[in-house]
């Protein structure tokens, strides 16, 4: 079992910046990869950042790769999520996730279902 906590969402205005936090616990050693997806009513998950975390590689959103930054403190078990220049229409509940299969697929780390542990999520709010 891993269990996530998502950290540092808020309200901020259009043009700002915001660091998402997401920490991991239980059996951390399992974790291949952890992602941020959100999501907004209505809509279905959308992926947002990968990260290896065995080798540290990352991946993005073709839209968001210049304005968001994702990282991991393997020491801690912590993932980041640094979000610069934000718009109000990266307005979401932003969820951290973790995929701990023991032969993962590193072409699927889009996907939501390709992850096994899910946090609660944190709301982000950009004003215009």
């Known amino acids: 079992q891993v269990q996530l906590v998502e950290s540092g969402g808020g309200l901020v205005q259009a043009g700002g910046s915001l660091r998402l936090s997401c920490a991991a616990s239980?059996?951390?050693?399992?974790?291949?990869?952890m992602g941020w997806f959100r999501q907004t009513p209505g809509k279905e998950r959308e992926f947002v950042a990968v990260?290896?975390?065995?080798?540290?590689?990352?991946s993005y959103a073709g839209s968001l790769k210049g304005r968001f930054t994702i990282s991991g403190d393997s020491a801690k078990s912590t993932m980041y999520l640094q979000m610069n220049s934000l718009k109000p229409e990266d307005t979401a509940v932003y969820y951290c996730?973790?995929?701990?299969?023991?032969?993962?697929?590193?072409?699927?780390?889009?996907?939501?279902?390709?992850?096994?542990?899910w946090g609660q999520g944190t709301q982000v709010t950009v004003s215009s």
């Open positions: 996730a973790a995929d701990v299969r023991s032969s993962p697929n590193s072409s699927r780390w889009f996907r939501a279902n390709e992850y096994d542990y």
């Open positions: 239980g059996r951390t050693f399992s974790i291949s990869a």
């Open positions: 990260i290896n975390w065995r080798g540290g590689s990352t």
